[in-house]
């Protein structure tokens, strides 16, 4: 079992920064891929980046240049360091982690979600 915990939403101007970051606590083997993924109002959910164990990322089209994932896999935190907001990028923020637990089983985990609103 894996538990996210999120933090560092809020309002910021367009063009602002924001940092977000995710821990994950509980009783695993190990986490193999954490990231972020949004959704904005009417819309769904969507991936915003993603890194793996090994270090590799992937990001949305719509953020590379602007957003940075970065991973601590000795603390299993995740931070997404977003630049250059845009009105866009307005949505709540989910943390995700795919869990390995003792047994070999993979399990898909989401955080409970931090509003970031780019308005001015």
């Known amino acids: 079992q894996v538990h996210l915990v999120e933090s560092g939403g809020g309002l910021v101007q367009p063009g602002g920064s924001l940092r977000l970051s995710c821990a994950a606590s509980?009783?695993?083997?190990?986490?193999?891929?954490m990231g972020w993924y949004r959704q904005a109002p009417g819309k769904d959910r969507e991936l915003v980046a993603v890194t793996v164990s090994g270090g590799r990322t992937n990001y949305a089209d719509s953020v590379k240049g602007r957003f940075t994932i970065s991973r601590d896999n000795d603390e299993n935190t995740v931070t997404l360091q977003m630049s250059s907001l845009k009105v866009e990028d307005t949505a709540v923020y989910y943390c995700?982690?795919?869990?390995?637990?003792?047994?070999?089983?993979?399990?898909?985990?989401w955080g409970q979600g931090t509003q970031v609103t780019v308005s001015s």
């Open positions: 509980g009783r695993f083997f190990s986490i193999n891929v």
């Open positions: 995700n982690a795919e869990g390995i637990d003792y047994g070999g089983t993979m399990t898909n985990y």
